[in-house]
């Protein structure tokens, strides 16, 4: 049944919607539903592993390394980043309500079974290659989503 | 059936992403379907009571109030705000084209039926109350979201 | 059966989301599903057309038609925009790597059948008329969107 299913689209880069994307994702799998996640423009800096990752890019991909975060101990909030003082507030807050960070719901949607695939086309437009994602990402296009998201209940795109 | 069904997940807390939120809601509710509204992160925002509640918080709680937008009536747009001016702008105009308020669309809703649910995750991180929130707001997760979801015809996250 | 079709909500004036949400649809359109494009808000601007249109619109009709985008050749980032030098780099890049710029995306969608329906609602709001927008764009409100999305597989909100 198609009850059983569901995909986001996580396209932004942003942490409090990548947040949103995992405890979704998370809630989900949890019930037993398969999920799938795939990662397109902004959001493939969500699921770039921590470790520096040697890699020969051209130009424009040196360019995009530079100016998108590194991993997704750097992503900044959608409103009130405060030139990078949100996000470690919003951190600190998460600790103190005992919610599990980021980068734990991140691995407990992996150990979950939850598919992660980032988006081909926005890897090649960023220079973004497989080396620099974490371990357990497939990659795939915009037809692996449609397939994924047609047999789905819940589709959304954060 | 599941074409009976709407759920929207409001995280957004722009003016014109809320006023897109309720003008699906309410025609979704004026056709007969069951719709359920789920506020989180920022959208909380968007449901808060318009009179100054007496509440105790902690002092990230009251960092967070005095960040937040206090109301509905407060509300930034995501595009063109020009410092604050532009949701009167935005309201002014609808007003002239005789398109309810947002405030109207939010007492319409609830006199609809529609189901409006408070993230209370997001609720404990930015600190704010039940107290704090418009009469006829439930609480809950994400399971309560995603049991509402899975039996949906339409799912948008917001 | 609900599996064939497909409806997106292009509310962003973004040019990475107008992208995101012309491959989602051509990506659709592609294996036979029927695909409604339902153009809202800041979303207008997409579907401007490039000549300049003789219009008579009222003070704030003008100032809306002074702000905001020209034309989806005028998008801007959501992110990395760098006063406009943004947009360019992702054209050059896309061009770069063989991807269709975003107006042949939108040909392709015309030519495929894709249904484009404008929010009357959002242009009474922002004064745009019919003749600014390109040709094959139908007019319509929340009540066509939920018409469609209602019997459809997959519903987002871009």
Known sequence: MS????????????????????VIANGAAATGKKV?????????????????????????????????????QKLSLSKMNFAGL??????????AKRIDPLETMIQTALQAGVRMTACQMSMDIMGVVK??????VELGGVATYLEAASSAAVNLFI
């Open 3 to 22: 009850g059983n299913e569901t995909t986001l689209i996580v396209f932004s880069d942003d942490l409090d919607k990548a947040l949103a994307s995992f």
């Open 86 to 95: 949100g996000p470690g507030m919003m951190r600190g807050r998460m600790k």
């Open 36 to 72: 799938t996640m795939f990662f397109t423009f902004w959001g493939l800096s969500v699921i770039k592993r921590r470790e520096k990752v040697r890699t020969s890019k051209d130009f424009m991909g040196r360019m995009f390394s530079w100016m998108l975060p590194r991993n997704s």
């Open 131 to 136: 080396e620099e994602l974490i371990d357990g």
